[in-house]
């Protein structure tokens, strides 16, 4: 595999272990000196104290042109981003203003949307099963469940569950519109189900109307 030019290196724990058992498990160590002709990221390697001008296994493959999408994403990773001028104060105060304000509304949203998915999968919102699916202890949910009723988004009663007022209906409606909208974006780029699901539940609380049609249009586009 000696003397090989490369032109990618994608040197990983798994190519160095291969490389480590194709050469008989003896001892290798990177080697700064012998990347001239190497052409590897990885520096090449030096076994048993010998210098072997090879680089990582991976990357000791039949070489092959970079294609016209991988040389596209080196030249992004190479190019420095420039940046652009701040916006007028007031314009930029208007985006800290909006994200402080998701900040405060997310916790309402992830209580009432949890708890119309609780009461619609035929169960009871009761306080132990909040906490149990929000992960907290119950004295914080009891905490926030009481927020919640001066609000008039939620009302309880003695013995039984928690439950939506009309105001608490149309919020949770609402939250779970966004939280699909970007699940859904999310899955279109290929983003795995189970890490769009959770992504969502941060971003959905801080995107505008506006860029929740954009993300409606592209996936309409896309189909």
Do not use: W
Request: charged content about 25%; aromatic content about 6%.
């Amino acid at each position: 595999m000696d003397g090989l030019r490369f032109y990618l290196c994608r040197g990983s724990t798994l190519c160095n272990m291969l490389y480590f058992i194709d050469h008989a498990f003896v001892m290798c160590s990177i080697n700064a000196q012998i990347t001239a002709d190497a052409g590897c990221a990885c520096l090449g390697m030096q076994i048993n104290g010998q210098d072997k001008g090879s680089p990582c296994y991976e990357c000791a493959m039949p070489a092959y042109p970079p294609t016209v999408e991988e040389e596209r994403i080196l030249a992004l990773k190479k190019k420095p981003v420039p940046r652009e001028p701040l916006p007028d104060a007031e314009i930029h105060s208007e985006g800290f203003r909006q994200t402080r304000e998701a900040r405060r509304s997310a916790l309402v949203e992830d209580y009432v949307e949890l708890i119309a998915d609780l009461i619609e999968d035929g169960n009871e919102a009761r306080q132990v099963d909040i906490a149990a699916r929000l992960g907290v202890a119950q004295p914080t949910v009891a905490k926030m469940l009481t927020r919640l009723c001066a609000d008039g988004l939620v009302s309880r009663k003695p013995y039984r569950g928690v439950f939506l007022t009309e105001a608490g209906r149309k919020v949770a409606e609402e939250s779970r519109i966004r939280h699909q909208t970007v699940e859904a974006f999310l899955r279109s780029l290929g983003v795995s189900a189970e890490t769009a699901r959770i992504d969502a539940e941060g971003i959905e609380h801080h995107v505008s109307a506006e860029t929740l049609e954009a993300f409606r249009k592209a996936m309409i586009a896309a189909r």
